[in-house]
């Protein structure tokens, strides 16, 4: 993307992250991880195994322009009340799939549900979260007719937008 700030790990810690986030309208949050947050994967270097965790919720809290992926983060959005576009348990790698139930699996299977998705995601990034959602869902929604694994992930995209009381 050429519009955007990469970020990969390559020895990065989380007081540099922290201090790189508020800067952004946008923060996009993908990889491996579980419901306390993104493990500290790649070069990153992070706080027992992780590179965002709960103490990132304050820089997180407010923006609903972010997006994270990564296995349960819908957990970790639910449980700190944050919004905008996220995954539940995500499949990208065939032992995933295999762990959740899906066996006639095989790695173009899979290389094609992230392939999409990702691209899907790439080209609506610019637009707001509920954009994102429904342009994901419709068009991730057709994949999700012929791929075993993009139907299990379609099922486990979601929209949290903050509801204010009238």
Known sequence: MKDATVITGDGVTQFELKSIIPEYDRVIIMGHG???GLFSAGGFIGNRGYIIDETFV???KDNPNNIYIWCHADVFVNRFSLQGFHSGMFISEVGEA???GIKEVNQSMVDESNNQFCEFVKQYRTKSCPDI????KRLYGELSKTNEVADYNFNRIYLKERKFKK
């Open 58 to 60: 304050s820089l997180l």
């Open 98 to 100: 295999y762990h959740c």
């Open 34 to 36: 579980s419901p306390y």
């Open 133 to 136: 959602y429904r342009n994901v």
